[in-house]
């Protein structure tokens, strides 16, 4: 077998394109031996979005998933322990690469599904029933990280979602520390390595979108939209919307559920789907809970998803969010 050494760096690089909150990547790693370590980065964190750290630590979690799937894909065992130094807590997890193992088809598809994977933020298909097996799929990536995938199905939920969403974006947009940092990671130059460029987000305001779920609005000057198209019906959009969740809610917790998240994304993206994380209802403390309450969650909710086919002539994002040069973000010792 060729020096696992050999394959860091592109284990790394597929590991950098995992999603991120605003595209802050707020992640480093360390090589040494036969080890990945995965650092937290708290200076590229989100005080007023994300004061806990709890989306950051989700976004680790994301790129530490990618780092997984990428080793599989070419053909190395790992062993992953998280939190591996409980008197450094930043630390977040060791990626051990082992033995060579020839990877089956869904580990390949898996793998080659990383430089594909996207955030999609356009409008999706309007008449896209997934069928079961898609969904006991999805589950089944997120259950292999220890999370839940509930799927919000019934109207009842669907209104409730709807609903804690709309009250989110409306005490955020309202705050003008969450604007002042939301600008930070939007007015970036279009070639810069970290934020979310324009190109990425519809033109279109989320109020004009004509669906019920209000997607963020990364206009931060933009102001409050009020509610979404009043008197005019919706256009039927209808997303598979799901909550990834755990039973506990501390750092361990929060990694695996952006494990979780990472290899939904790529299952979904194996299959053509489409997704948007909309995260906003988990962002202000008085709608997570009443999310977790009205959906009857036995845990905490750590990241809502809506997933679909993207809509043929959509505005659909044709941008992609840039990344940070694996040599910014891989020490090797
Ligand atoms: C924890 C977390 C929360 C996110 N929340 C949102 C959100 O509310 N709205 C949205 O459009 N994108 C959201 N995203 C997606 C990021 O903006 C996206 O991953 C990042 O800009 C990189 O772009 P890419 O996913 O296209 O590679 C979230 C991502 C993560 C990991």
């Known amino acids: 077998m060729a020096d696992v050494r050999a394959l860091v760096p592109a284990v790394v690089e597929a590991a950098t394109r995992a999603p991120s909150v605003h595209n802050t990547q707020p992640w ?48 190395v065992s790992t062993g992953t322990t998280l939190l591996p130094d409980s008197g450094t807590p930043e630390h977040l997890a060791d990626l051990q690469l082992g033995d060579a193992r020839t990877p089956d088809d869904a580990q390949r598809a898996l793998a080659a599904a990383i430089g594909r994977r996207h955030t999609e933020r356009g409008a999706f298909d309007e008449s896209v029933d997934l069928p079961p ?3 006991r799929a999805l589950a089944s990536a997120v259950e292999a990280n220890g999370c839940l995938l509930r799927v919000v199905e ?13 009250r989110a974006n409306d005490v955020q947009s309202r705050d003008p520390a969450y604007r002042d940092e939301l600008r930070q990671w939007t007015g970036r130059d279009p070639d810069s390595p970290d934020g979310i460029p324009a190109s990425a987000v519809p033109s279109e305001a989320p109020a004009e979108r004509g669906s019920s779920y209000r997607l963020r609005d990364f206009d931060a000057d933009r102001g409050d939209q009020g509610p979404q198209r009043a008197g005019e019906p919706p256009r039927a ?3 598979l919307v799901v909550v990834i969740g ?10 695996a559920a952006g494990q979780a998240l990472g290899r939904l994304l790529l299952t979904a993206t194996t299959r053509g789907l489409a997704a ?3 995260t906003q209802a988990l962002e202000v403390q008085d709608t997570r809970a009443r999310l977790a309450r009205d959906l009857g969650l036995v845990g905490h909710p750590q990241v809502v998803l809506r997933l679909g086919l993207a809509a043929p002539g959509s505005t659909a994002a044709v941008g992609h969010a840039n990344r940070r040069s694996v040599a910014e973000v891989l020490e090797t010792r």
């Open 237 to 239: 959009e209808h997303p």
């Open 133 to 135: 097996e898609t969904v």
């Open 28 to 75: 480093r790693f360390v090589a040494h031996d036969d080890v990945v370590e995965l650092w937290d980065d708290p200076a590229r964190g989100l005080p007023v979005l994300d004061p806990d750290g709890r989306a950051r630590l989700i976004s680790c979690g994301a790129a530490l998933a990618l780092a997984e799937v990428a080793a599989a894909g070419l053909g």
């Open 276 to 278: 948007s994380p909309m």
């Open 246 to 255: 755990t039973a506990a809610d501390d750092a361990a917790a929060w990694l």
């Open 154 to 166: 019934s109207s009842d939920d669907a209104a409730a979602v709807t609903v804690l969403l709309a």
